[in-house]
């Protein structure tokens, strides 16, 4: 299929390279960002263009934007392209509906992956969740990702969003919390290089068995002696002590229902 993608940001740099790579013709890069955009161009042999310069006879527009922007974008390429193009997105949180509105063949193509440009990805055992208006879209969105991925399940907008929270639980607030362990140990002149055995074995455990069962440290003891020294040495950061309690108070209730 002929392909236009729409985004020059983490997941359209990685999703492009990849279906290139996978003899994917992809016609055009068009994005906002036009220094990003010339260069992801570039490295696929494609075309750069403005949004408002897509090419109309496309068989697939891809879109690998903000979700806030899905709408304006599907809105100002609505009447403009061949009415059996298809139209997905990429996001993890908004419903195919907001393609609906305006294209009969929409879906979503969600890969369950955190995206840098920085890293390198091997995509063939990335999880890609697809979400369809119609069976033949469905089955048409199937075929092309499976050129990319061995892992492409089908799933509802419900779904999808339930994944995409979750995701934000073990990969966005688990990098954040070892951002702030980060900060903490500069802070106190130390290298966080220390704690990378302990990431390993957390991460490790947590893919061997049930998370919920491999839960350690004092707020699942209750041990409060421990809790208390913990927040009173964050007084200089109440976030840090806000953060602190809050999750320690949830390891205590997700215990006692465990």
Request: hydrophobic content about 45%; some cysteine; charged content about 20%.
């Amino acid at each position: 299929m002929k392909t236009v993608i729409i985004g020059s940001g983490n997941v359209a740099f990685h999703l492009s390279k990849a279906f290139y790579n996978a003899g994917i013709n992809i016609i055009q890069i068009a994005a906002r960002n036009q220094e990003e955009g010339i260069q992801l161009a570039k490295k696929i042999n494609s075309e750069f263009v403005s949004l408002e310069n897509i090419d109309t006879n496309a068989d697939l527009y891809l879109l690998a934007i903000k979700d806030d922007a899905i709408q304006s974008v599907a809105k100002m390429l609505y009447g403009k392209i061949k009415e059996d193009a298809i139209i997905v997105h990429t996001s993890g949180s908004t419903s195919i509906a907001v393609l609906e509105k305006y294209f009969e063949n929409v879906g979503c193509l969600y890969p369950l992956q955190t995206f840098s440009k920085q890293k390198n990805i091997e995509l063939s055992a990335v999880p890609f969740f697809i979400t369809a208006n119609l069976m033949l879209v469905e089955k048409q969105l199937v075929d092309f990702v499976s050129v990319i991925s061995k892992n492409v399940s089908i799933i509802n907008d419900n779904q999808r969003l339930s994944i995409h929270i979750a995701a934000v639980f073990v990969c966005n607030f688990t990098n954040h919390m070892l951002s702030i362990g980060s900060e903490i140990l500069h802070h106190h002149l130390l290298n966080f290089e220390i704690m990378k055995p302990l990431i390993n074995e957390t991460i490790e455990k947590a893919l061997q068995f049930d998370p919920v069962e491999m839960q350690t440290g004092p707020a699942v003891r209750e041990d409060k002696l421990v809790m208390e020294k913990h927040i009173d040495f964050l007084k200089m950061n109440p976030n840090y002590q806000k953060i602190y309690q809050v999750v320690s108070e949830s390891i205590i209730e997700m215990k006692s229902i465990s």
